[in-house]
């Protein structure tokens, strides 16, 4: 499933395709990520099915049970802990390192150091405490994206009252990152065939996702079995105790949602000022999931295409080309790149294909701002036999760099993803009956993306979650905020969390791109502010366009 946001430069502009935040968003990105799922080959799978033994159930619905207010004794000396900040090469952002159990159940099984970051407040006014960012993913650095934007790019006010904190939880980045595949594997496994036309093709496909899968269980196999959004979450909480705060004041968007609703769930009595922005619902099982995710690709694609077909030269159609008929016309591009990929110039002699072509247009999907780059970039590509272009907005969704190393974006993302919700598909056939439904959604789309439900199939570790209820009774008001053309975490999971959090008030965006704050909305940026300054939570359905 793809559920990410994207970073943003010291200006405020997200460089990235997927780009979140803008002001100009172009689409290059930093290691504060998209934020979410790889694509089509490495979309792990964020939910489950629905089935599971009574016995798992059980063990599910303690896991997410509140836990208590005192601090059990075997936890006490990690929620003591004093952070030793130093400097840490980013001027005004001192960083350190605090320690986790590895297992919960077990503290004294070992420990997992997480990286953490912060950027003390500037004034006037009093402090407030901290407030932790969450950029999504799961996968996505915190640390990067605090020092690439939110430390310095978000509202003034907001960071004069605020230590602005980010944590990378456990597996991603720089909190003892899973490692999966190199940077040539990893382009092979990029470049796979995501849209199997006979057994052959299928069989690659799988063997994929089975090397994939095998390259992260021999990284880290003990590490794997623990880098679920529960053990997260409660990582976050001995943060929260280690900075000195009463309470946890948090930012999270798309993946971060369901990390912050969460905490909530499992801490209360010490949830502060919470903002949910890209919400996502924990609920779901994974085949529902992504079947909407794919919807809302549609959603968006179409929103593109109106805009692309008021251009001149638009490579999907002249005015007036409905977006069913450029959808078809995209597809059979995409069908033309599966027979024939393209040159794109690279040094590495990496060519077009169809799955390489389908991440770029996916990847200018999360962010209007990027929706001129991609349409030069089709244009190139589908009339001038260069897909240098859609290879950039591929390679940016990726976080790959220009020496062919990958972050560990797209490794953590399948980790936590697998681990938290079993898969949507257990076998190939399965996925082959649900095409119809998945092309329904999306015509232009679904096809990929019901492929790239399968990944977790294959995963080493046995998913510890269930889709689940979020309802956190006992919290302070909640904001959770939905963008109604939200690409990767439809509107309609934000009005679900909003209605199982017990203390939720739901903000809308009437407009496209993924998630909100931040990207140019006047009245949602003032009325978040407003809550996270002066603890003023908006009215419960209050719509900004």
């Avoid at 968003?25 to 979410?36: D, E, I, N, V, W």
């Avoid at 076998?427 to 119809?436: C, F, G, I, Q, S």
């Avoid at 905020?481 to 439809?490: F, H, I, L, M, S």
Wanted: hydrophobic fraction near 35%.
């Amino acid at each position: 499933m793809y559920t990410r946001r994207s970073p943003r430069t010291a200006s405020g502009s997200s460089p990235r395709p997927g780009g979140l935040h803008r002001r100009t968003r172009s689409t290059g990105r930093t290691a504060a990520g998209l934020l979410a799922v790889a694509a089509l080959l490495v979309s792990a799978c964020s939910s489950g099915s629905p089935t599971t033994s009574a016995a798992s159930a059980a063990a599910q619905e303690a896991a997410l049970a509140a836990l208590p207010r005192a601090t059990p004794a075997a936890l006490s000396s990690y929620y003591r802990q004093k952070p030793a900040w130093r400097g840490c090469g980013v001027p005004g952002f001192e960083c350190a390192t605090v320690k986790a159990p590895l297992d919960y159940a077990e503290p004294s099984a070992g420990d997992v150091r997480l990286a953490v970051a912060r950027k003390k407040a500037t004034g006037p006014g009093k402090r407030l405490g901290s407030l932790l960012v969450n950029p999504g993913g799961p996968g996505g650095s915190a640390i990067g994206y605090v020092q690439s934007y939110a430390g310095i790019g978000y509202p003034a006010e907001v960071r004069a009252r605020y230590d602005m904190v980010a944590v990378d939880p456990r597996g991603v980045a720089r909190s003892e990152p899973v490692e999966c595949l190199d940077g040539p594997a990893m382009d092979r496994y990029t470049q796979t065939d995501s849209t199997p036309d006979d057994a052959n093709e299928t069989d690659g496909l799988t063997a994929a996702y089975r090397t994939f899968a095998e390259g992260c269980g021999a990284d880290a196999p003990e590490l794997l079995r623990h880098v679920s959004t529960v053990e997260a979450a409660r990582d976050m909480d001995i943060v929260r105790a280690a900075l000195g705060d009463g309470k946890l004041n948090f930012v999270g968007a798309s993946y971060g949602t369901f990390l912050g609703a969460t905490y909530a769930g499992l801490f209360p009595e010490r949830t502060g000022r919470l903002v949910l922005d890209g919400a996502m619902d924990p609920s779901l099982p994974a085949r529902r999931l992504n079947l909407e995710q794919t919807a809302g690709f549609e959603t968006a694609f179409r929103s593109f295409v109106k805009d692309c077909v008021r251009q001149a030269g638009c490579p999907l159609g002249g005015r007036g080309t409905p977006p069913e008929k450029a959808g078809r016309n995209l597809k059979a591009f995409f069908e033309k790149l599966d027979a024939r990929p393209v040159p794109t110039g690279d040094a590495g002699g990496r060519r077009l294909t169809e799955s390489l072509a389908t991440t770029g247009v996916i990847a200018a999907m999360y962010d209007e701002g990027s929706w001129e780059r991609l349409r030069e970039a089709l244009t190139s590509a589908m009339r001038e036999n260069d897909g240098s272009g859609l290879l950039v907005l591929s390679d940016s969704y990726y976080e790959r760099d220009a020496e062919g190393a990958y972050s560990n974006l797209m490794f953590a993302n399948a980790a936590v993803n697998c681990l938290d919700l079993p898969p949507a598909f257990d076998t190939a056939d399965e996925v082959r009956r649900a095409l119809p439904e998945f092309e329904k959604a999306s015509p232009v789309f679904g096809e990929g993306l019901a492929w790239a439900s399968l990944n977790c199939a294959y995963w080493p570790v046995r998913a510890t979650g269930e889709p689940h209820r979020i309802e956190a009774k006992g919290a302070a008001p909640i904001v959770v905020v939905g963008t109604t053309r939200d690409p990767a975490t439809p509107y309609r999971w934000a009005r679900a969390l909003a209605g199982q959090l017990s203390s939720a008030r739901l903000l809308t965006y009437e407009g496209d791109g993924h998630t909100a704050y931040g990207r140019g909305s006047s009245c949602i940026d003032r009325t978040i502010n407003a809550y996270l300054v002066r603890g003023t939570p908006p009215q419960d359905g209050k719509r900004c366009s």
